[in-house]
């Protein structure tokens, strides 16, 4: 047959022909005709062919809809090729009602199904045109209707479809314990559905993973997404690699009987997921074409997941897949269907300027419908928006409505920055008590930020410090790279608070945040060098570090460096130099600074006043 001309052709067509419309339309005169489609096929032009085909066939012209699944089951997709049957089918159409119980019946090309083969096979029958192999089907071959009483499986499902999340909990739990993959799945599921503080994307992934090892496809799919775009838990490319190609090897797709063309639409999603799978596996190896070919034809059929994807292809890649007129396109097929993950990151994109012009109005409106759906991470977006009055103007009550709103979603770093609003009284008024009760909370959800805020206050509170816990708060963020909590535990092992004095790990503590320019530890660690406490003294290094912390603003840094330049130690002599960090310590009011600048300036002659009065000019532009 025409296999490999199909293939080529289909590669071509997504990649250069995208930008044709497959909108339906009335008017049948912007629809080219079957027959001039058929003439293009005849003469081997398989794209231009295509081109026709595909409209006429998302109008609803089952002859062409008949076609495409011939094409698709040469090019050996039986997913879109049953879907293109189905369409044609459900219209009455013989050849694809045939075809489709011959393919279930013979189960080579795709999974054997009596039950399906009899439906469409029956189907044709009554088109009073039936073919005599539905009578080579023996009744054997139909499932005979349960009559057992409801299974605690089904009762959690009535309790589930009428919102009683308690029940079905309760009725799934032990079945999910006893590695039942379908309760895992829907206890998964519930755990992401729910609002507020029940919805806990960790245990949803937990019951998820439980449910994918015992094979089930919508778990291994469901978590592949989520390692993927990292939205709800932390991103691993290569978990989500691992589950994505685990569901599409599953060989335990459920063929189910419908009755109703909607019905057919359903399944026909739930068995296209695996060839959602493999367009990802393919993009996250920038083999766009692959990707393309599988994303294509479920964006048409309005899997809103690979519209998504296609959006992100064309909007972000470069060459000539980098096309954002068709980028907008694909994302507004998935916005007409409020999915919330389009609507949000086209946003964002409008925002920031990302792969799209900057559009401040489209920002916002996009991200207040994300955010009125619910979403935790655009009602943060515009609590910044509003904080911080970069794009439009600043509005504090307006950020503290949206932080309360993500906090109360447990979106951690609005839980934080609200906690800040309370304990400054900004645009809400000030409240410790709710300021500290949110730091907690952003504290248990790993916000290290909330963890450095508790600690200061157990270690630095005057009526009753605790420095067990601020040493237990400094560790858990420094742990996880927190410069200012790195710090703050280099100071407790300096100062022996909260445990014994320990100068090497003081000292260890603030390199790792002067490694990341804290302002503090690179004063201290040339304290640590220059007095040579716990290490070897270096004069040096001290001055480096010193240096580094007044350039700054860091006042004692400015007067310790003013003294290097004076005594000429770890630097060359330099009294103009001397004097000029002498009067920036100065100014910030550290203690002897003010002495030591009017000695210096006292003894040098006229010519050197007026260059040390230059260089104070000078270092004020540049480190104040």
């Known amino acids: 047959m025409r296999s490999s001309h199909i293939k080529l052709s289909l590669m071509i067509l997504l990649i250069c022909t995208v930008s044709v419309s497959w909108a339906k339309s009335s008017a049948t005169s912007e629809i080219a005709t079957f027959e001039n489609a058929q003439a293009a096929y005849d003469k081997n032009d398989i794209v231009t062919a295509l081109m026709i085909w595909l409209p006429l066939a998302e109008a609803g012209d089952k002859q062409s809809q ?21 369409q044609a089918a459900d219209q009455g159409h013989l050849e694809s009602q045939t075809t489709l119980g011959l393919l279930y019946s013979e189960g080579k090309q795709i999974a054997g199904n009596p039950q399906l083969a009899a439906k469409y096979l029956l189907m044709a029958t009554r088109n009073k045109r039936a073919i005599s192999r539905i009578n080579n089907l023996s009744d054997s071959q139909f499932p005979v209707a349960e009559k057992n009483k409801l299974s605690d499986y089904e009762k959690g499902m009535k309790a589930y479809r009428k919102k009683d999340y308690t029940s079905a909990l309760m009725l799934w739990l032990p079945l999910g314990t006893s590695d ?8 998964g599921k519930m755990y992401l559905e729910q609002q507020g503080e029940r919805r806990n994307p960790g ?20 978590l592949g997404l989520m390692y993927f775009h990292g939205d709800l838990i932390q991103q691993d490319l290569a978990q989500a690699a691992r589950w994505l190609l685990k569901a599409s090897r599953n060989e335990k797709v459920q063929q189910v009987a419908v009755k109703k063309s909607k019905k057919t639409v359903k399944k026909h999603r739930l068995e296209s997921l695996p060839s959602l799978n493999k367009g990802m596996i393919a993009y996250q190896k920038k083999d766009y074409i692959t990707a393309l070919m599988y994303w294509y034809p479920l964006g048409m059929q309005g899997n809103v997941e690979a519209q998504f994807m296609l959006g992100n292809l064309y909007m972000r890649e470069q060459g000539i897949y980098k096309n954002p007129a068709q980028g907008l396109a694909w994302y507004e097929r998935a916005i007409s269907q409020d999915d919330i993950k389009t609507i949000k990151s086209l946003g964002m994109m409008y925002l920031f300027g990302d792969d799209a012009s900057k559009n401040s109005n489209k920002a916002i409106e996009l991200l207040l419908k994300a955010a009125r759906m619910g979403d935790a991470e655009s009602q943060f977006t515009l609590g910044n928006i509003y904080f911080k009055g970069e794009t439009v103007k600043a509005n504090a009550p307006k950020a503290a409505y949206w932080y309360q709103l993500a906090a109360s979603q447990q979106h951690s770093e609005a839980q934080y920055l609200l906690a800040e609003m309370y304990m400054h009284g900004q645009g809400i008024k000030k409240n410790m008590r709710k300021a500290t009760s949110l730091y907690k909370s952003a504290d248990k959800n790993n916000y290290y930020k909330a963890s450095v805020v508790l600690g200061k206050n157990y270690y630095q509170n005057s009526k009753k410090s605790d420095y067990k816990k601020a040493l237990n708060m400094f560790n858990r963020a420094a742990s996880q790279g927190e410069a200012e909590a790195q710090y703050y535990l280099g100071e407790m092992y300096f100062y022996g608070k909260g445990n014994k004095k320990n100068l090497k790990q003081a000292f260890g503590w603030y390199l790792k945040s002067a490694n990341q320019s804290y302002t503090d530890a690179e004063y201290s660690l040339g304290k640590m ?20 912390a007044a350039e700054k603003g860091h006042g004692p840094a400015q007067k310790e460096l003013g003294i290097a330049y004076y005594s000429s130690q770890g630097i060359d002599q330099d009294k103009i130099a001397a004097y000029a960090w002498f009067y920036l310590a100065d100014k910030q009011g550290v203690e002897g600074a003010y002495k030591n600048k009017h000695l210096i300036y006292k003894n040098l002659s006229v010519a050197d006043k007026k260059r040390a009065n230059l260089l104070v000019d000078d270092f004020i532009k540049r480190f104040e």
């Open 203 to 222: 245990k949803a992934a937990y019951w998820f993973r439980r449910a994918g090892d015992h094979d089930h496809l919508e778990a291994q799919t469901k």
């Open 180 to 187: 039942d993959a379908n309760a895992e799945y829907m206890i």
């Open 529 to 548: 060098y220059v007095n040579g406490y716990g290490i070897k003294r270096n004069y040096k290094k001290g001055v480096e570090y010193f240096k580094r």
């Open 66 to 86: 008949f076609i495409l699944g011939k094409l698709y089951l040469e090019y050996n997709d039986a997913d879109n090729a049953i879907y293109w049957y189905q």
